[in-house]
């Protein structure tokens, strides 16, 4: 049984400030964050968009009368989430106007939590595979203002649908895993930005995908010689430079002969977004999916996913004849092209002004032009809206 991504939808906020200005106003070479990092942009979410209209943004143009029916189960995977108990998918369930008989859940282990769901979804699929399974990775990644993790900050999501006889890509069974409890990265209860210690990260990072390799290979999974293009987790688009220096050192041949042309792809969309968290990897995967000039048909590729704290995962899949048919990279372009540059101030009201009080009733303005958009609280509740139907939904 083949089963795998079926289709696939970005979804960024419609603001973005240039990484060339933040430099400026840290008083050091743009060229740290240009090249150094391999940063152009951050993707800055209004007051009025979360994680919640970001993910059924992402996920409307997947979904016509046929999959709303065949999709039995939601998984939304996040670290930015909005509420200690209710799962964020049940708005995005209600925005999209899914079945009842619809499970829906909500997945966190830091960056990772999206893959986790995409194996669920494939086990899910394999169990009963006239069903699909909708995954959406969102996420706003924030630190503190003026801190060294700023740079990389960034918002956005993907959405996948996942069920048998795929359209796009073919998940293989093979599946390298490695959970080690660390520290490297980390946001307590009652912050809204995260803690990091960005050299002890960048090890564990690396540790991660060398051990999760060796497991993928141990459960039979491809040699690297068999794969035409690597994605990796980017928390700042440069780490994929760094994460495939692992292979140059364990697979100096196959590693060589691949060249910077299997990640380099994979890093186009991540420049101009950011990190989005659990949504990076497959934002990379996006990337090359979209951008890639060859027929990438038959075409093995590797992707690892890794979350601090910390949960690596190496796994593989292939590109099915055909893919071309179902790209969304017009509409992916567009949504890029048309966003709006925001200066420095508005950019900083909106990251780390009080938009979102701590109080039972606010109310947000009305900024973007999304499908969906979020109102505020009534009561601690929190309200969303179709901006197409004028519906107000609430929790």
């Known amino acids: 049984m083949k089963i795998g991504i079926d289709d696939i939808g970005l979804s960024v906020p419609q603001h973005f400030f240039a990484l060339e200005e933040l430099a400026e106003r840290h008083g050091i070479d743009p060229q740290k964050y240009l090249v150094g990092i391999g940063q152009e942009f951050m ?4 007051p009025d968009e979360d994680i919640v209209t970001l993910a059924a943004n992402a996920a409307l143009p997947l979904l016509d009368d046929a999959s709303r029916a065949s999709i039995a189960t939601v998984i939304l ?101 490695y959970s080690l409890d660390v520290s490297d990265f980390w946001r307590p209860n009652l912050r809204s930005t995260a803690l990091v210690d960005g050299k002890l990260s960048i090890e564990v990072y690396l540790e991660s995908l060398r051990n999760a390799w060796q497991s993928y290979r141990a459960d039979g999974g491809l040699g690297l010689e068999d794969m035409s293009f690597l994605c990796f987790h ?13 292979f140059e050192a364990i697979e100096p041949e196959a ?27 497959y934002i990379a995967l996006l990337s090359l999916l979209d951008n890639s000039d060859e ?19 190496f796994f593989s899949a292939t590109v099915v004849p055909g893919y071309q048919a179902h790209s969304r990279r017009k509409a992916h372009a567009r949504m890029l092209a048309s966003r709006t540059r925001l200066g420095h101030e508005q950019y900083s009201n909106w990251f780390y002004g009080d938009n979102h009080p701590a109080v039972a009733d606010y109310s947000t303005p009305y900024v973007t032009g999304g499908a969906f958009r979020y109102g505020g609280c009534e009561g601690y509740r929190r309200q969303y809206e179709s901006t197409a139907l004028s519906l107000k939904m609430a929790s």
Do not use: W
């Open 77 to 177: 995977a996040t670290e930015s989430g909005i509420d200690q108990s209710k799962a964020a998918g049940l708005f995005v369930h209600s925005l999209l106007g899914l079945r009842a008989d619809c499970r829906v859940v909500e997945f966190k282990q830091a960056c990772y939590g999206a893959t986790a769901g995409l194996q669920m979804a494939r086990a899910l699929v394999a169990q009963r595979p006239h069903e699909k399974v909708l995954v959406i990775a969102t996420d706003i990644a924030r630190y503190e203002q003026n801190s060294e993790g700023e740079c990389t900050q960034g918002a956005g999501a993907v959405a996948m649908i996942v069920a048998e006889n795929p359209r796009l890509l073919e998940l293989h069974p093979h599946q390298g895993r």
């Open 295 to 313: 027929d990438l048909t038959g075409r093995n590729i590797g992707l690892f996913s890794y979350g601090s704290g910390s949960v690596g995962e």
């Open 43 to 46: 993707a800055v979410p209004a």
């Open 255 to 281: 590693a060589k002969a691949l060249g910077e042309k299997a990640y380099s792809t994979s890093q186009l969309y991540g420049k101009a977004i950011g990190n989005c968290y659990t949504a990076s990897l």
């Open 234 to 246: 980017q928390p700042f688009t440069k780490m994929a430079k760094k994460a495939f220096s692992v």
